[in-house]
């Protein structure tokens, strides 16, 4: 059974920085892309941001600048630095992948799943 895992999620005054981590575990034989969403009270959940596994990265622009989302492949690990953060970010940060998962790569047992995390709650007070 794939699961993710995130962490790091706290209450911290405007201006600070917080880094959340998800790790991914389970029978995993590739993950083709790891992202990062919010869900804030009342608000639609929003994409933060992506990385893929090129490396290439998306961020929506409200983060921009401020955020950094990167990934340990060899620990099937996606963080998400933040810095500057303001009351706007506030909200439950869910990580989300894409990944391939099965018993026997080379049998041909295996398929592709999206898996999401139950959140990480961030708190920023002004």
């Known amino acids: 059974q794939v699961q993710l895992v995130e962490s790091g999620g706290d209450l911290v005054q405007a201006g600070e920085s917080l880094r959340l981590s998800c790790v991914a575990s389970?029978?995993?034989?590739?993950?083709?892309?790891m992202g990062w969403y919010r869900q804030a009270p009342g608000k639609q959940r929003e994409l933060v941001a992506v990385?893929?596994?090129?490396?290439?990265?998306n961020y929506t622009d409200s983060v921009k600048g401020r955020f950094t989302i990167s990934r340990d492949n060899a620990k099937n690990t996606v963080y998400l630095q933040m810095k500057d953060l303001k009351p706007e970010d506030a909200g439950v940060y869910l990580c989300?992948?894409?990944?391939?998962?099965?018993?026997?790569?080379?049998?041909?047992?295996?398929?592709?799943?999206?898996?999401w995390g139950k959140g990480a709650r961030v708190t920023v007070s002004s």
């Open positions: 990385i893929i596994s090129g490396g290439r990265t």
């Open positions: 989300n992948a894409n990944l391939i998962t099965g018993n026997d790569y080379d049998e041909g047992d295996y398929s592709g799943m999206e898996v």
């Open positions: 389970g029978s995993i034989f590739s993950i083709n892309r």
